[in-house]
């Protein structure tokens, strides 16, 4: 049986962009590592990623919750370097 670690660690996204995802739209964990895996097969799927996490950055830093928004930084800075937006 797969632990929720080793769907994750599966995943091309790491531990912190799969909750940023999770918060997002408000689904379990392990459903964001599903999503995630999916929407990384197109360009229209990584741009929804990036959308995703920007948002949620967005609405931290207009809360002023400076914890979460490091967080939500730091996740979008990781999936900019590693799933850049596709040219178009």
Same mark, same amino acid.
């Given at each position: 049986m797969l632990s929720l670690k080793d769907c994750i660690?599966?995943?091309?996204?790491?531990?912190? =962009?799969?909750e940023a995802?999770?918060?997002h739209?408000?689904?379990?964990v392990i459903l964001a590592v599903e999503l995630s895996n999916? !929407? !990384?097969k197109t360009p229209e799927g990584?741009?929804? !990623?990036?959308?995703?996490?920007?948002?949620? !950055?967005? =609405?931290?830093?207009a809360r002023g919750d400076q914890?979460?928004?490091l967080r939500f930084r730091l996740a979008y800075q990781h999936l900019q370097a590693t799933h850049p937006l596709p040219s178009q």
């Open positions: 660690d599966f995943c091309d996204l790491d531990g912190m =962009e799969i995802i999770a918060e739209e408000h689904i379990p999916e !929407l !990384l990584v741009c929804c !990623l990036h959308n995703m996490v920007l948002d949620n !950055l967005s =609405e931290a830093m914890e979460k928004a």
